[in-house]
């Protein structure tokens, strides 16, 4: 428990355990909603938060938090216009949040490349007591949201059409659910990193649901998935001195690949069930009284 002893340890601890909270809770939706990678275009555009905060001189974590929710916010209204041109339009924020990043670090008296190195692949020896209060309210925000309103998003997500007939303001849900999806990667940058928060946000989801069928058994799971492995990868990194979004997300990986591994056979099994229990029903309509099936000649 020595890790304990090191105050920045104890912040990182708890901005993982945040995280392994947060990101799954938004990447089940984006899953629902085959949206897995727009947790990485919101990282790009991020990118330029965390720049503006190094050249004005104010926490970056809040800045990110402002330029990644207008990001998402510009990305959802090119998915309702932009038919046409949407994909290219998408590609120019990606990228041009990406290059305003490294433009703004630069003209930055106090920032360089380095800084923005921290942000891409996470660090945690850089998880101030500000970061942690940020994280924490910032997380807050998004457990609200995903939970307290997990019925009507659920709707959105699974069926617009549907949701809109049922009279739910879907336009404005799936603005707040991409403003969430905003917060959450500015909560998971400064352990996982902008590159690979996407990764957290999907890979939990996608082995929960390798074992679970119900939306809340998934999201349950999904959370304990992503709590197990930031958790654990966070002082595997301090034990190893390796990159901690690396190991966490490499952890992921593994938790998917063996739940896969261990769900394959119950599912051909389930199946296997089915399918016989199906042929007995069949098989038992199609028989009459006395042993005759309903096809043969019945003669008085």
């Known amino acids: 428990m020595e890790i304990l002893n090191y105050a920045f340890m104890q912040r990182a601890l708890i901005a993982a355990l945040l995280i392994g909270i947060t990101a799954p809770a938004v990447g089940i939706y984006l899953v629902q909603r085959r949206q897995a990678i ?13 720049a503006l905060g190094f050249l004005t001189g104010a926490n970056p974590v809040w800045t990110a938090v402002l330029v990644s929710s207008l990001g998402a916010i510009v990305m959802e209204l090119i998915r309702w216009y932009g038919k046409t041109r949407g994909d290219l339009a998408l590609a120019m924020l990606f990228y041009g949040g990406m290059a305003g990043g490294v433009l703004l670090i630069n003209l930055s008296p106090t920032g360089s490349n380095a800084n923005l190195t921290t942000y891409l692949f996470g660090s945690i020896t850089t998880v101030s007591e500000q970061d942690v209060t940020a994280i924490s309210l910032l997380a807050g925000f998004v457990v609200l949201v995903t939970l307290g309103l997990r019925r009507q998003l659920f709707a959105v997500c699974q069926d617009e059409e549907f949701a809109r007939v049922t009279g739910l303001p879907v336009r404005l849900l799936n603005l707040l659910l991409a403003v969430t999806a905003a917060v959450t990667v500015t909560v998971a940058m400064r352990v996982v990193g902008l590159l690979l928060v996407s990764a957290l946000m999907v890979i939990p989801v996608a082995a929960a649901q390798q074992a679970t069928r119900g ?40 938790v998917f690949a063996v739940i896969t591994a261990l769900a394959a056979p119950l599912a051909r099994k389930r199946a296997r069930r089915g399918t016989e229990a199906e042929s007995s029903c069949t098989l038992e309509s199609n028989t009459v009284p006395g042993g005759r099936s309903a ?4 003669r008085v």
């Open 215 to 254: 939306f809340a058994m998934t999201l349950a799971l999904a959370i304990g998935i992503g709590v197990t492995v930031t958790l654990s990868g966070t002082v595997f990194s301090y034990y190893q001195d390796v990159p901690p979004g690396a190991t966490i997300v490499l952890l992921a990986i593994g």
């Open 38 to 50: 727009m947790g990485d275009g919101i990282g790009h555009v991020a990118l330029t938060g965390v």
């Open 295 to 298: 096809g043969d000649d019945v």
